[in-house]
DNA sequence: GTCTATATGCCGATAGAC
DNA sequence: GTCTATCGGCATATAGAC
């Protein structure tokens, strides 16, 4: 028996991701994780094409990861505590996975399916929907994902460093918006 | 006449920021930085720290490019016209700079000084203050900054992919936003 | 104090043997 | 499907000429 490792393609995700949520992005090396799980760097190509498409491969679950947060919002509360459920799950697992959130948002390339991305936010869109009225119903998703990525992108960053209660400030701002609309 | 380069710390940070902004910060490097500027690659060092360092001062010169176009809103229109001045020189600042921007507000450790986020901010201050009373001001700020910030980085990223008119869309987001704090 | 020349040790990626 | 060997490029650092 030469070569006893067998790695797997979900083993390789899988460590990344777990690489990649304590030290960020730049701390994942193929050395360093081809070494963590007991193979030669090499080894790795026979799973993945290249690091960015292992990149979009740890983008797709943490998508799937955080739809599955919405899907498991109470689908009978009432369509403006569904919403404000859903919009806090967001920023709830952002702060829970900076790194991996952030990841999934800001690379370019390795932007996953379209498709995925509108079936994600259908909870959302339909919450909206009920609140506004199907007109500017694609406006006003746009706007509430906008305020809530933003908010939590200036968090993460530590842009807003000026004290105060950030939760109450992020709920305030999310109610002032929905009140904008109706 | 040995060494007739005489290259400046200014010229340095003119040219990376060139160099940024034409393909992205991962198109920067020392090395072809110092060959573009015509010197060796150590050289740079007798005028930078390190590259973070240098990425450092590339920040503080996009958050005064930033800075300075807040500052040019005519002064004396109504409060509420102004604030929409403001937030949209924002949004129009990023779409012609997209990754100096970006690279400007998602770097944990390039951050700017403090107190030149405070003063860059005065001006957006003053005019919400003006509109939702003192009370909520901090509140409303964050929450404006955030949507406005949100938007910009969904779009730069190209995650606003269903069509419609995506200025239209960022206009009404925001009146419907500043509504609420009514 | 400015430059050049050179060196170390990472990185992602490929070629080819077993 | 794994390995060894190797490539070019990268940030960084030091020694020494002028």
Redesign the interface.
Known sequence: MPYPSQISREEIITTAIAQIATNGVHALSLGRLAKTLGVSTPSLYRHIANKDELLRAVNLATLERLFAKFASVESDLPAREKLAAILNAQRVFAHANPHIY?LA????NN?PD?NL??QMVQPLQESIGEIVGTT?A???L??A??????????EL??????G?D?S??FQ??????????S
Chains 1, 2 share one sequence.
């Open positions: 952030q948002f800001t690379t370019p932007r379209e991305l509108v500017h694609l406006a006003a746009r706007g994902i906008a305020l809530v990525h933003g908010f939590i992108m200036l960053n530590d842009q807003l460093r000026r105060g950030l109450a400030d305030a701002a999310i109610e002032a918006y929905l009140r904008g609309w």
